[in-house]
């Protein structure tokens, strides 16, 4: 049976890792978390990291041989010795300025068997080169797993033994918060919102895949200024042909809407997206959504909410989503809340509508 943890816990866990670690430095205390490719199972360990004002360092495995993981040995006159690594050397500079430290394992299950080997030494005694690793340095290992088929070698048991292992999969509304937490373009967290099944859909042909880390390649590429030839060409090498071709639909459809500040001057008349029959488009209402929650600030709330309200009900789950979302991450940075009478509207609708689907 698989160890699924939520991306939304995932920090949590890292966290309560790091203080057993602190609690009992006699013994490595290891997590590994195992996943799809592109999910952002590293990065989630760098996030927490820096947030709470630690000194990161990351070893991709599958670029490093045996000695350079453990260390050269090395004739020292008439003595054989063990050269520190540059990783450790990082490492433990910082311990002496006084910060705790991330040591992120990249790759482990893909790495050469020898190479394993040489980082179980460290995970399991937390020595290198005949050095202690500091008492407060968490190590987080990660990697796929054999059915994401990315050249994953089986870890022998001894290895295993060493770890706590934990199980991510992609997940929409997680992934949503840290998109908003790192400012991903409003346009690729509206077209997941209204295509979810786009967040991750891994090919193992060869050819580029939608995933968390290819959307965030997207988002840089929209925030930049290209022809919308070259931005096409861009983004289908990260996420493919055949979505490629649905997102610049969904964008150009959200380039043609009205802009933020003139719904919000005027929330009451702001055209909502329509067909040609006049009735509400709803891949038209999902991108303005989109676009108004990441531009709402407090001051704006109220005209947010208004507009909200003149969408068909069906919707405004859809706006719920979304403003959580975003406060989730206003929280995160410690900045107020979107929050108004006519949101809380919306909220109740939300809870209404949901109350008779149920």
Avoid at 25 to 35: A, F, H, N, Q
Avoid at 66 to 79: K, L, N, S, Y
Avoid at 153 to 174: C, G, N
Avoid at 234 to 254: D, M, N, S, W, Y
């Amino acid at each position: 049976m698989r160890n699924l943890v939520s991306m939304k816990d995932l920090p949590d866990v890292i966290v309560a890792q790091a203080k057993l670690q602190e609690a009992h430095p006699e013994y490595g205390k290891t997590l590994i978390v195992l996943g799809p490719v592109g999910v952002g199972k590293s990065q989630i360990a760098i996030a927490v990291a820096k947030a709470l004002g630690w000194y990161v360092e990351v070893v991709n495995l599958i670029n490093f041989q045996p000695p350079e993981v453990a260390g050269w040995v090395t004739q020292v006159g008439d003595q054989m010795a063990q050269l520190k690594p540059a990783w450790l050397v990082r490492i433990l500079t910082a311990a002496e300025a006084g910060k705790k430290t991330l040591l992120v394992f990249e790759e482990f299950p893909q790495c050469d068997k020898d190479v394993q080997t040489a980082a179980t030494q460290i995970l399991w005694d937390r020595r290198c080169a005949g050095h202690r690793l500091p008492d407060d340095c968490l190590i987080v290992a990660n990697g796929n797993r054999k059915e994401d088929r990315a050249n994953v070698r089986a870890m022998p048991e001894q290895v295993v033994s060493r770890f706590t292992i934990v199980e991510v999969e992609a997940e929409l509304d997680a992934t949503l918060t840290h998109f908003a937490k790192i400012g991903v373009h409003p346009v690729v967290s509206g077209y997941l919102a209204f295509s979810n099944d786009s967040l991750h859909r891994h090919v193992q042909d060869g050819t580029p895949f939608p995933s968390p880390r290819s959307w965030v390649a997207v988002s840089d590429i929209l925030w930049g200024a290209f022809t919308d030839a070259v931005k096409s060409v861009l983004i289908a090498g990260h996420i493919g042909v055949e979505e490629a071709a649905k997102f610049c639909g969904f964008e150009r459809l959200a380039d043609s809407l009205t802009p933020p500040t003139k719904v919000f001057a005027n929330p009451e008349t702001a055209p909502i997206p329509s067909t040609k029959d006049g009735e509400p488009a709803i891949d038209g209402c999902f991108a303005m959504v989109s676009s108004l929650v990441a531009a709402v600030t407090p001051k704006t709330a109220q005209a947010l909410g208004i507009y909200v309200k003149r969408l068909p009900v069906e919707l405004h789950p859809v706006a719920e989503a979304a403003i959580k979302t975003r406060n989730e991450a206003l929280k995160a940075d410690g900045k107020p809340r979107i929050t108004s009478v006519e949101i809380t509207d919306v909220h109740l609708s939300t809870a209404q509508v949901l109350s008779e689907d149920g």
